[in-house]
């Protein structure tokens, strides 16, 4: 059973390799090209600036996915609303990460005084949106077509949960 905890810098190496396979494999990031530690760590720091989490999902001492979240849009509206990522390395998926990552982040989210929390879904990734409903989340919309990659156009999927 993996534990969750915060990032450090360390972890850093581990979470973009992660990450960089989901940008080559799936539709769960809609960047085109793979990120650099650079930018992976820009992006670390400018969460952790914010006091936002980034944690990771530890196995065996080996960093086995990330989950993060920010504010859903940058307008003093949504300070109460976090839009949250989370990936788990392919070989270690449906063991129990990525529901753990969430169930973490939502907590985290609480104790922010988050109202809702967002997730934006590929509208083909099954794995995502099963793993979002069985986390309490429900889907409240659909925007056809407002994404392309791999040749094709993408639907976005919004499931929210309510924090309360
Ligand atoms: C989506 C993702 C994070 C799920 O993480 P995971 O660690 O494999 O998920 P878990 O093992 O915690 O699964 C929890 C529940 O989610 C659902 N689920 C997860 N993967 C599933 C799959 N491939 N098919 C159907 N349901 C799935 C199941 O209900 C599962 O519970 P169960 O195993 O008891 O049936 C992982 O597949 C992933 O990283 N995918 C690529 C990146 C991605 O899509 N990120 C989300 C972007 S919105």
Redesign the pocket.
Known sequence: MAIIRDATERDIASILVILND?IET?T?SWDHEKSTPERCTAWYEARRAKGFPVLVAEEEGNVI?FASFDIFRPFQGFLHTAEH????ARD?????????LIAELAARARALDMHVLV????AN????I??HQ?AGFEAVGRLPQVGRKFNRWLDLVFMQKALG
């Open positions: 989901a799936t769960a996915g990522s989370i990936y788990v270690a998926r449906r063991q129990g990460a990525g529901r753990a997730a934006g879904i590929e990734n099954a794995a995502s099963a793993l069985q």
